[in-house]
């Protein structure tokens, strides 16, 4: 079987990594929006960067955390619900 460089199929994928510690800031910023609810079009207008930018950081927090998009979605979510500090201080 031929893989992509870094997926992981959905059958052998294991537990999500800590986002911290794979995840760069902006990368992480963009993983706690996306745990926030918004939208490609809101997060890119948020960080003033175009919504195929954000696309891009999806697809590379998806592939970073083993995850499909619904998944990362999910994960995000509930990984805001749980993680303490919920943010940091601007």
């Known amino acids: 079987m031929v ?18 510690s794979v995840l760069r ?3 992480f910023e963009i993983f706690q929006l996306i745990g926030q609810g918004l939208k490609t079009l809101e997060i890119s207008r948020r960080l003033g960067i175009s919504a195929n930018t954000v696309e ?17 979605v999910r994960f995000a979510a ?6 303490l500090p919920r943010s940091e201080p601007r």
Do not use: M
């Not at 992509?4 to 986002?19: F, K, L, T, V, Y």
């Not at 891009?56 to 990362?72: D, I």
């Open 3 to 20: 893989r992509s460089r870094g997926a992981i199929p959905a059958g052998e994928r294991s537990a999500s990594p800590d986002p911290r």
């Open 25 to 27: 800031p902006r990368e």
């Open 56 to 72: 891009t950081h999806r697809k590379n927090l998806a592939s970073k955390l083993n995850a499909s998009g619904a998944e990362l």
């Open 78 to 83: 509930i990984y805001n619900q749980t993680a």
